[in-house]
């Protein structure tokens, strides 16, 4: 059973918003921190935002900050990726990603190599 699974993904339009969801199993959603990334067709994959573990406090990718919204809710064991205005450079495989007792750098470039345990990914199109 995945450790890491991602919803919430799908096709919408220009403008629109969608809500990311990562949930945890066999996980503490407390001692982790969260990153979401995103891979496009023929590029690497990016990091889009990361909320550190203890802090709660979030990073963001330039290119997303003022239109994505990333949180944890522990009572649930999930966090979130709000994706708002979405552009048609978001469309992507969006991935979560969790790292135990880990803080997010602002540089989005970092969090890959600290991430332990990951998703399957979830698809987002953003088209007219």
């Known amino acids: 059973q995945s450790k890491v699974a991602e919803s919430g993904g799908g096709l919408v339009q220009p403008g629109g918003s969608l809500r990311l969801s990562c949930a945890l199993s066999?996980?503490?959603?407390?001692?982790?921190?969260v990153a979401w990334f995103r891979q496009a067709p023929g590029k690497e994959r990016e990091g889009v935002s990361c909320?550190?573990?203890?802090?709660?406090?979030?990073e963001y990718h330039a290119s997303v900050q003022g239109r994505f919204t990333i949180s944890k809710d522990n009572a649930k064991n999930t966090a979130y990726l709000q994706m708002n205005n979405l552009k048609s450079e978001d469309s992507a495989v969006y991935y979560c990603?969790?790292?135990?007792?880990?803080?997010?750098?602002?540089?989005?470039?970092?969090?890959?190599?600290?991430?332990?345990?990951w998703g399957q990914g979830t698809p987002v199109t953003v088209s007219p």
């Open positions: 066999g996980l503490n959603l407390e001692e982790y921190a």
């Open positions: 990603a969790v790292a135990r007792d880990y803080y997010c750098s602002s540089s989005a470039t970092s969090w890959r190599r600290g991430m332990d345990y």
């Open positions: 909320v550190s573990f203890r802090t709660g406090l979030p």
